[in-house]
């Protein structure tokens, strides 16, 4: 434990602790906008949905991203993960997972601006992505296969 010393495994709690809100958050938006597209764009329930979903992402889903890729920063530095051929893998998937943040938080705002254009099933087939995600990171983490 070079420079986090006793702070450690506080540091690493965090992490964990904001991967389950973010991971949270990724799964509970798309079923979100299954219900949004469902609504009339302009109608009382779709200003509700287009609400509830800034809300969701502005208090939960970008807060704990940052707080993610802070402390998992902080992480690979002190155990030089860098070197390791699992953390290669785990970047990439969370690199990947990142990406899709930033394609829900677009989808938000296509919603609120009235559109829709994705189906019901491309965005329930969506919803599945953080869940593959997450296993192969967490196999990655806990296995170490390589």
């Not at 155990?79 to 938080?105: D, E, N, P, R, T």
């Amino acid at each position: 434990m070079a420079y986090l010393g006793a702070a450690y495994p506080w540091v690493k709690a965090a992490h964990v602790i904001f991967v389950i809100f973010l991971m949270a958050g990724l799964f509970m938006m798309p079923r979100f906008f299954v219900y949004h597209q469902e609504t009339v764009p302009g109608s009382p329930e779709d200003r509700r949905w287009i609400e509830r979903e800034t809300r969701l992402l502005r208090i939960i889903l970008n807060p704990s991203l940052i707080l993610v890729w802070i402390f998992g920063l902080m992480l690979m530095v002190e155990i030089g993960a860098w070197h390791f051929g699992w953390f290669h893998l785990k970047l990439l998937f969370v690199l990947g997972l990142s990406g899709y943040h930033g394609w829900i938080a677009a989808y938000v705002k296509k919603l609120g601006r009235g559109q829709r254009p994705l189906t019901d099933r491309q965005l329930r087939l969506l919803n599945e992505v953080p869940g593959i995600a997450a296993a192969v990171i967490v196999i990655a983490v806990i296995v170490k296969p390589f």
